[in-house]
Structure formats: C-alpha cells, structure tokens
C-alpha cells in the first residue's frame, strides 16, 4: 500500500518561504507523475503544480508560477514544493498526489490514485 506523508507546513510571514517534503512509501516513485494541490479555507481543492514520471517536464497554477518548484529526490523517494515569496492568499492545506497512470491531466484531481493527509500553510500578512 503507497503512503505519503507532507511535512513543513506552519505560519510564515507574507514574502517568506517553506518547503513541503512529501515522503512515499509502499513503492518508488521514480517512475511516478507526482502532484501538489491546495485547499484554501471554504474553497475547493485546486492545482499548484506537478512533475511528469521522467521528471523532464514541470507544471504549474499560474498564481503561483515563477515562485514555485517542484522537484523530486528519487534516492529519498521524497518529492518537494519550495514555496518563495508566499502571500497570505497562499494559506491552504497542502496535499501532494501520486499517480503510476501514462494518460491524464496533470491539473485534475482524477489522475491520481494517492493521496497524503495535508500540511497546513498559513501566510500572515
């Protein structure tokens, strides 16, 4: 059975950073498509961004482009979110996802088959 457990969440001033690890078990993730999404407070849970199985190709929402980066540590079996110059619109919980699927849309919640329990970000301003 795969698990994933986000760690790194807490409260952060409006313009400073986190980094979310999210670590898998039960099966590498090498070879995966892995994602992160967020749910903000009275929302619904919406993309942040995503990395292809071969990690040569990176996705991501646009309110975050250019602040965000997804990466991948096969030797960890740990993907991340370094989260830059975060704004208080940024304060969600966090959940990564992964998925073994070829076909999908990146951006949906459908494509994939894991999910982690979530971290809290909070981004006071």
């Known amino acids: 059975q795969v698990q994933l457990v986000e760690s790194g969440g807490g409260l952060v001033q409006a313009g400073g950073s986190l980094r979310l690890p999210c670590a898998a078990s039960g099966r590498t993730i090498s070879s995966a498509a892995m994602g992160w999404f967020r749910q903000p407070p009275g929302k619904e849970r919406e993309f942040v961004a995503a990395l292809s199985s071969s990690a040569h190709y990176t996705y991501y929402a646009d309110s975050v482009k250019g602040r965000f980066t997804i990466s991948r540590d096969n030797a960890k079996n740990t993907v991340y979110l370094q989260m830059n110059s975060l704004k208080p619109e940024d304060t969600a919980v966090y959940y990564c996802?992964?998925?073994?699927?070829?076909?999908?849309?990146?951006?949906?919640?459908?494509?994939?088959?894991?999910w982690g329990q979530g971290t809290q970000v909070t981004v006071s301003s």
């Open positions: 996802a992964v998925t073994w699927r070829y076909s999908g849309s990146y951006y949906s919640t459908a494509f994939y088959d894991y």
